[in-house]
Structure formats: structure tokens, C-alpha cells
């Protein structure tokens, strides 16, 4: 069982940055020698998102210590895929290196927009560069239409393994795939699902995956028709065949009403080394802003 009791929401736009009028949707944090850096995407009065960061105070995560006021990953050229939005999945640091993994965004007459993975890369997690103006992973037959919400881990042996969202349909009913890549700008093939979506749900989105203690833990967001989002968590032993724990997970509220709606887009980090931080989204999937939860050991 995991006892996560929530600490309340951290941060949300005021609207006066014309590129980040509303909405701090996908926290992505990743902790700093003397700080807590999230970074999060915004919408301007388009609808437009863009890819920016707060940094936070390790000891007290409410406490801002600085607001980036400009985009660190920008929209794309008219007509690439990422044209009309980035918004953050995955931030993964090696070889001295931050390199976020992204979601671009691009708006079509038949659907509302495609949505594929891409990759910028920094050396000071402050000026970003875009590894290619093309996405890292495109539409292939049997994923025609959304590939998304990565999340990529390193295994130990020199291998790496994406988790990520994606749809043999045109709209909906959307579930976690699983690739692997001997590097991390190369991901190939077709994806096999690792965590299909149950009956009586549409989709199961924004994977966060660790290896703990030889067992693969991820957590993710679900939903329903008419169910709005919740956290979920499975495990499994191999990272292919995993077991859904959706019921081991117990939120202590605090009585805020800025998530008392929904739940959705979990990313954890360890602070510490004996404390470990879930940062989410609330109502209207970002709307509300971001807060956090603390697990209780």
C-alpha cells in the first residue's frame, strides 16, 4: 500500500505572460544540487503550449526561488509536427547532459491535432536545442496517429526502454506501449503494449516507470468515458508483463479544491535519498496548476 498525502498546489500562471496566459500542465522535475527545477508547459490565448521551468526550494517545495519568463523549447516551424505545441514528458540526464523528451503538437483539418515524440537537448537545463526539427518517433502503420507522453528509462545493460501512449485508432482508447533503443535518439519498430486499458476505460496516459528493488513500478493517469482522471500504479518483474495496483495507491487529502476533481500526469522524484515527492496536475488537466504529494514510508 502507498500513502501518498497531498501538500497542496505550487504553482499556477497569473496570466500576465502573454505565451503563458493559463494553464501549467506536465510538471517534469529533476532535482538540482540546491534545488527542485519543474519543468511544465503553458498555453498562450491560442491554445498554444510552450515549454518553460520554476525552480523550487529542495526542503520546502512550495517555496519558488525563480519563474522563467521566457520558452526554453519553442514551437516548431508552420507544418512540422510540433507547430502548434510542445509540452514536456521526460526529463533524462547522462553524460552530463539534460535531454527532455517532448510531445509536439500539430492541428489538422480531420483530427483535432497528431501528437508525436521529440527530443531537445541541453547542457545546463536552461538553453535547450532541438536534437531534430523532424520527431524522434513518428507515425508508423500500426500507430498511425498518436504517439506520446514518453518516458524512458536506463537499463543496466546499456540498453534503454521507452514506455510511452499510443493508439491503433483514430481517436481514443489510447494505452502504454513499450520500445527499446541501444541509444537514445534512435527508437525503431513497432511498439507492443505493456499496460492495456480495461473495458470500461478510454485511456491510460503519461507513464512514469523506475526499476526499484528488481521490480519495474510505474505510475500513470486513467480514465473513463465519464470518469475524469485518476493515478494509477502496476508493477511486473520484467517490464513486458505488468500488474495493475490501481487500488494500492491512497491519496491523505488536504482538503484544497484546485484537484478535488481529478488527479492525473504523476511524476516522481527522490529528494534526499529517504524522500520521495509525486508532482501531478489537478482539475482541468492543468488549468488548476501543479501541486504535490509526499509518500509516507
Known sequence: ?????????????????????????????????????????????????RITF??????????ILYIHNKPIVNLGEPGTFDC??????????????????????????????????????????????KYSRAPILDRIDEERFIRSAPFVIDEDNNKYTMYYVSSPRLWGEYCIYRLESWNLYCWNGVGKIAIPIKPQEFGIG????????????MWYSYRGNKIPYKIGYAE?????????KDEDIVFIDNYETWDNEMMCVPYIIDVGGDKRLMFYNGNGMGRSGFGYAKLHR
Open 1 to 49: 500500500m502507498q500513502v501518498w498525502e497531498k501538500l497542496g498546489r505550487i504553482y499556477c500562471p497569473n496570466g500576465d505572460n502573454s505565451l503563458f496566459k493559463t494553464h501549467a500542465y506536465l510538471p517534469t522535475p529533476t532535482v538540482l544540487e540546491d534545488r527542485i527545477r519543474v519543468y511544465f508547459a503553458s498555453y498562450d490565448k491560442n491554445k498554444r503550449g
Open 54 to 63: 520554476i525552480d523550487l526550494d529542495k526542503e520546502n517545495p512550495k517555496k
Open 236 to 244: 511486473s518483474i520484467d517490464g513486458y508483463v505488468w500488474k495493475r
Open 206 to 217: 503519461r507513464p512514469y516507470a523506475i526499476k526499484e528493488n528488481n521490480i519495474y513500478r
Open 84 to 129: 502548434d505545441g510542445v509540452s514536456p514528458s521526460c526529463i533524462f540526464r547522462k553524460y552530463n547532459k539534460f535531454f527532455l523528451y517532448y510531445v509536439g503538437w500539430q492541428r489538422t483539418e480531420a483530427v483535432p491535432f497528431m501528437l508525436y515524440i521529440g527530443l531537445a537537448e541541453s547542457d545546463d537545463g536552461i538553453a535547450f536545442k
